[in-house]
């Protein structure tokens, strides 16, 4: 299990069709319509060795729990031996089976648009805090 603590952004848009990101990065812009939180205390390079030995697996599946102001959603998607952790910013879940060195995991359950808009409010709160639990299992 990997906890990451953000905060919430002014800016967020969260209309993204097909990913949600989470960002180390203060700004954000109006192009960043995937962007749920921001300010993230790791990227996805600082993630355990083991999280991402695991994760790295294709019968891997990850789970990603967002809690802001007590609203909780959560995203499961699928590990790959193609995902490299390398950035050291952003954390990004996809629904497509694309992969970068921003990717965390594959074939998503929910992308930015797919959160409830009663969480996505609560993220555009620049004083909320965000709590991202990340989970693998085999």
Do not use: W, Y
């Amino acid at each position: 299990m990997e906890l990451l603590n953000a905060h919430g952004h002014k800016a967020v848009k969260a209309t993204h069709k097909t990913t949600f990101e989470i960002t180390k990065e203060e700004r954000l812009t109006s192009r960043g319509d995937c962007v749920i939180a921001v300010g993230a205390d790791r990227g996805l390079s600082e993630l355990s060795a083991e999280f991402t030995r695991l994760a790295s697996r294709e019968d891997a599946t990850i789970t990603v729990m967002i809690e802001a102001c007590g609203i909780v959603e959560t995203a499961i998607g699928r590990g790959s031996p193609f995902l490299t952790f390398e950035d050291e910013n952003d954390i990004v879940a996809r629904k497509s089976s694309f992969t970068c060195g921003r990717t965390l995991m594959i074939k998503s359950s929910k992308a930015a648009a797919d959160l409830s808009r009663r969480l996505v409010k609560r993220l555009r709160d620049p004083g909320a805090a965000v709590k991202v639990v990340l989970t693998v299992q085999l």
